[in-house]
């Protein structure tokens, strides 16, 4: 028989234990390495038993074991200290605290989590970096509140047939088994959000709090029995159901996680949030619904768009049209308009914000973008890609004025990086990982220390991996008697790449098969073999990657390389840490420039590994030739099959000569001098650049704290400067078609002209219903493309002098020649308003209807 309902008797724990309910209870422990430690020691071959998770420790310890553990002194010596040195961390100022007119609060909205295995609320690379975003901002002191969804079967679990087919298990998940807590009102019911749905539906939802060390993370669960079958199955998995279904879990996100937001700050008195935070389109929502609040509070709509796109940001994380949430219009006009219609809150002006060039679709990112005063994205190669996949929303400026800007992604280090490390960093270089300090000093450490790690990490892994091998080829259907095998599948002396992902097909799981014959060599070489570790999950619905992932396990079945190249099933966090700390070389191959950023190499270059990668994402940006290898790409070949035909030559090739050389060149059985040279130059390159906490510094410094900053200064005295910058921004647009550039003349440049020389421009302006001090005039100049185009051109401000009657205002300025070659210049005019963070906010501007006053030639 099966039971109708699961749930978890949790241990009454002794008074003297009380302690490590608070312990086991703040997610600081997935981190802290000394609390792992005593949970440990509660009952070791049970904490191997539960996979490290201490809600399910107490759950299964016995009470003999836990009145034995209340009556020993040295236990409880230990337990007050743990619980201790958790009340200091939660109390003590740190970075943030430093900071003068910082932000009260920032609310965090995301889909996913991936705090630790024992919480499994994420899918891939977006939950995981919203894990490390919050365990940052706790280390620092960042006052972040996190909202996002309780996910009752969460992402999947992943096992393989016998054929090498992705199977797909969704085990049900007990809140009361996990870290969390319910959110309660002070008469201790618990507390519930409400959104509205049509056909007079509500959707309720209870708030779950995952304390994330001083960060609360608030998880809104619909599986309560006010809902109906449908709506309480709303959060049931990760990225699941149909589109409805999605837009559902996404109204619940950003409405329901705005209002839960306002629950908890009432029963608890944390500070409201100044800033909001959206991690991707998904949250998008959250927008709506401040302007619902404030326009209940009498403000008109364009008013509380403008308070509340002030201390917004949002974050892009695709680079790909194909991975933005699009819905149907009709389908957005359902759940907003009708007889569901908030009154304040017209639906075209909804559907506005989320129009794109297909009148039929509601874009997420651009409604997130157009409800932001501040967007980036989380690579400076990404943020390229998206100026260029986003242009269309600031027709007429340069691709570099588009206001998306780009914050790098940034990792964990306490989380990701090995215990051995984290030990010989602590001992030698004290402000390593707190400070981001003192990274030249890993010169100074022995090669022979560093590269004994290395050696235990990489041992660690293939035991690892033999263990997930055996219960794979166990659940594909095997027989211990066939898997002798596997005791010396993988060998903890040979070179270990690693390659673990989601598999979606441009990041390229199955590129290294492209020549097999050629892959056997390097994993048989008799001189210098290479072992491949592999994991990664497809998407249910994704067949292609489903197949890509057969492929890769066929080739790793067959006997003559078995031992060399492994795929390991249901890829996670616990997973990931081995690897990244493990692997000698992380491999990343997407097609470029198809990969946001990354971060799984950020780990492994943390752990000594060095990476092998395409130049994508955050390699892009900071390999400097000597921290690891980049693959040569292909970029101008169109023909998919040849293209990736080439890039894979290029992988086996820099292998064979460069990986492998490297690795084994050793003299008398010491470390290998030169990959020594490269791992302690990757340390110290990299480090400093790749941890979490820099980018949550980037995050503070130029997004967060000056998002604060525009929202105080549009909600002050009862939101009149709000109120004031509506009315500009409503008068500036209607009046724009009015705005001319309708003469330019130039003075100053005779027939040769000189570098050092300057041009004065006068320029006639037709302002139409403007004044001169709503728009900003400018002179464009700099180098001269091949079709006249300006090139990353400078610009210089020019003065008003007269303003006609009519309202033709007359401008002057000087342009200098400050280069030599092709120079030309042309002048345009902008919105200009002390409260506009980029002059291309509005997406308005006037240029000449031909190019004006244009000088080609040689500047000398």
């Known amino acids: 028989m099966r039971a109708i309902r699961r749930f978890t008797v949790r241990t009454v724990l002794p008074a003297e234990l009380a302690a490590l309910g608070e312990l086991v209870h703040n997610l600081r422990w997935s981190w802290h390495p000394e609390t792992m430690d005593l949970f440990a020691d509660v009952d070791s071959a049970l904490w191997e038993q539960v996979g490290h998770d201490p809600v399910a420790l107490l759950g299964a310890v016995s009470p003999a074991r836990l009145a034995e553990l209340a009556a020993d002194r040295r236990f409880l010596r230990r337990l007050a200290d743990a619980a201790d040195d958790l009340r200091e961390y939660m109390t003590s100022p740190r970075w943030y605290q430093t900071l003068p007119e910082a932000a009260r609060a920032i609310a965090y909205f995301s889909p996913e989590y991936g705090i630790a295995a024992a919480l499994p609320q994420y899918s891939g690379g977006l939950g995981i970096l919203a894990g490390d975003h919050l365990k940052a901002a706790s280390d620092l002191g960042v006052p972040i509140l996190a909202v996002g969804l309780l996910y009752r079967h969460g992402y999947f679990t992943q096992s393989l047939s016998p054929e090498g087919w992705q199977l797909e298990h969704y085990p049900s998940l007990d809140a009361g088994g996990l870290p969390l807590s319910l959110l309660k009102d002070a008469d201790g019911a618990p507390v519930k959000v409400r959104v509205a749905l049509p056909a007079e539906r509500v959707l309720h939802a209870q708030v779950w709090v995952?304390?994330?060390?001083?960060?609360?993370?608030?998880?809104?669960?619909?599986?309560?029995?006010?809902?109906?079958?449908?709506?309480?199955?709303?959060t049931d998995r990760l990225y699941g159901g149909g589109t409805d279904h999605r837009l559902m879990q996404e109204l619940l996100l950003g409405v329901g996680g705005v209002r839960a937001i306002r629950a908890y700050?009432?029963?608890?008195?944390?500070?409201?949030?100044?800033?909001f935070h959206t991690n991707e389109g998904h949250a998008g929502f959250l927008g709506l619904e401040r302007i619902r609040e404030l326009t209940e509070a009498r403000l008109s709509f364009d008013e509380a768009l403008e308070a509340v796109r002030a201390g917004t940001v949002f974050t892009t994380h695709t680079p790909v049209p194909a991975g933005i949430d699009r819905f149907p219009v009709d389908m957005i006009e359902r759940h907003f308009g009708g007889a569901n219609a908030w009154p304040t809150v017209p639906v075209e002006r909804i559907l506005a914000l989320g129009a794109e060039s297909d009148p039929g679709r509601f874009n997420m990112a651009i409604m997130g973008m157009r409800l932001a005063q501040r967007v980036n994205g989380v690579s400076l190669l990404h943020g390229e890609v998206s100026r260029e996949m986003f242009k269309a929303l600031w027709p007429g400026f340069d691709l570099d004025e588009v206001p998306i800007g780009s914050i790098t992604n940034g990792v964990h280090a306490p989380t990701w990086v090995g215990r051995e490390f984290m030990e010989l960093a602590g001992r030698e270089l004290p402000s390593l990982i707190e400070r981001a300090r003192g990274w030249d000093g890993i010169e100074k450490i022995p090669d022979t220390e560093i590269w004994q790690i290395r050696r235990t990490l990489r041992r660690r892994l293939v035991e690892g991996a033999r263990l997930r091998l055996r219960r794979s080829w166990r659940e594909r259907g095997a027989s211990d008697a066939e898997l002798g095998w596997i005791d010396d599948a993988l060998d903890p002396e040979v070179l270990t790449i690693g390659f673990a992902r989601r598999v979606p097909s441009y990041k390229r799981l199955t590129l290294m098969l492209r020549d097999p014959k050629r892959l056997a060599g390097l994993l048989l070489d008799p001189d210098k073999p290479v072992q491949i570790v592999i994991a990664g999950k497809a998407h249910p619905a994704d067949e292609g990657g489903k197949k890509l992932i057969q492929q890769i396990v066929k080739f790793a079945d067959q006997q003559k390389v078995r031992h060399r190249i492994v795929f390991l099933p249901d890829y996670d966090m616990a997973l990931g840490q081995l690897m990244v700390q493990g692997c000698d070389v992380w491999l990343n191959n997407p097609l470029r420039p198809l990969e946001a950023s990354g971060t799984s190499g950020m780990k492994s270059a943390l752990n000594g590994g060095l990476n092998l990668s395409i130049r994508d994402g955050w390699w892009d940006e900071w390999y400097d030739g000597t921290n690891g290898w980049a693959i040569p790409t292909a970029d101008g070949v169109t023909d998919p099959d040849r293209r990736d035909e080439l890039e894979a030559a290029a992988l086996y090739d820099l292998i064979e000569h460069e990986v492998s050389d490297r690795f084994y060149d050793r003299t008398a059985g010491g470390p290998p001098r030169r990959w020594m040279e490269m791992v302690k130059h990757t340390l110290t390159s990299l480090g400093p650049k790749v941890l979490a906490g820099r980018m949550l510094r980037d995050y503070v410094v130029d997004l967060y704290n000056p998002a604060a900053?525009?929202?105080r200064a549009l909600s002050a005295d009862s939101y009149t400067p709000?109120?004031?910058?509506?009315?500009?921004?409503?008068?500036?647009?209607?009046?724009?078609?009015?705005?001319?550039?309708?003469?330019?003349?130039?003075?100053?440049?005779?027939d040769a002209p000189e570098v050092g020389a300057a041009i004065e421009l006068h320029a006639t302006i037709a302002l139409g219903d403007l004044e001169a001090d709503d728009v900003l005039v400018q002179a464009a100049y700099g180098k001269v493309g091949p079709h006249d185009e300006l090139v990353r051109p400078a610009y210089a401000k020019m003065e008003v002098g007269a303003v006609d009657d009519d309202g033709r205002a007359h401008y002057k300025g000087v342009v200098p020649l400050d280069r030599t070659g092709a120079f030309g210049y042309t002048v345009r005019v902008v919105p200009h308003h002390a409260l506009l963070v980029k002059s291309s906010e509005l997406g308005l501007i006037a240029m000449p209807e031909e190019p004006a006053g244009m000088t080609n030639g040689t500047l000398r």
């Open 709 to 711: 900053g525009s929202a």
């Open 722 to 750: 709000a109120k004031a910058f509506a009315a500009w921004r409503v008068r500036v647009t209607r009046a724009w078609p009015g705005v001319r550039v309708e003469h330019i003349e130039a003075s100053g440049v005779g």
């Open 210 to 234: 995952a304390q994330v060390g001083r960060v609360p993370l608030l998880l809104l669960d619909s599986d309560v029995a006010d809902n109906d079958t449908a709506a309480r199955d709303i």
């Open 265 to 275: 700050c009432k029963i608890t008195g944390h500070a409201d949030p100044e800033v």
